[in-house]
Nanobody, 119 residues
Framework: VQLQASGGGLVQPGGSLRLSCTAS????????TRWYRQTPGHERELVAAIDSLGTSPYYITSVKGRFTASRDNAKNTVYLQMNNLKPEDTAVYYC?????????????WGQGTLVTVSS
């Protein structure tokens, strides 16, 4: 099973990006999915989380009102819409999910996608 995070890039302050996280592998379904970010010299930081039904997403204080986590279970994809981006949002973003495969569950990390917020 692999997770693939995509959608990062270079954006000016105030701009927007949408990250996507998908799972590949036979019968692999995204479960509770989390978005983390990491900058050089710092620990990976939990940014947002969304449960299997897409209800009651969690956000850290610094992104509340700017980031929105959502999911399309038909497409087996979780999104992180990031609006009003700030330079301090610059980081490598990772998705992490409790991937369900038949009757089992496996915590899995994606490879990371770089978000750079700069003028």
């Amino acid at each position: 099973v692999q997770l693939q995070a995509s959608g990062g890039g270079l954006v000016q302050p105030g701009g927007s990006l949408r990250l996507s996280c998908t799972a590949s592998g036979p019968n692999a379904r995204l479960g509770v999915t989390r978005w983390y970010r990491q900058t050089p010299g710092h620990e990976r930081e939990l940014v947002a989380a969304i449960d299997s039904l897409g209800t009651s997403p969690y956000y850290i204080t610094s992104v509340k009102g700017r980031f929105t986590a959502s999911r399309d279970n038909a497409k087996n994809t979780v999104y992180l819409q990031m609006n009003n981006l700030k330079p301090e949002d610059t980081a490598v973003y990772y998705c992490n999910s409790d991937v369900r495969i038949d009757q089992s569950q496996m915590n899995t990390w994606g490879q990371g996608t770089l978000v750079t917020v700069s003028s």
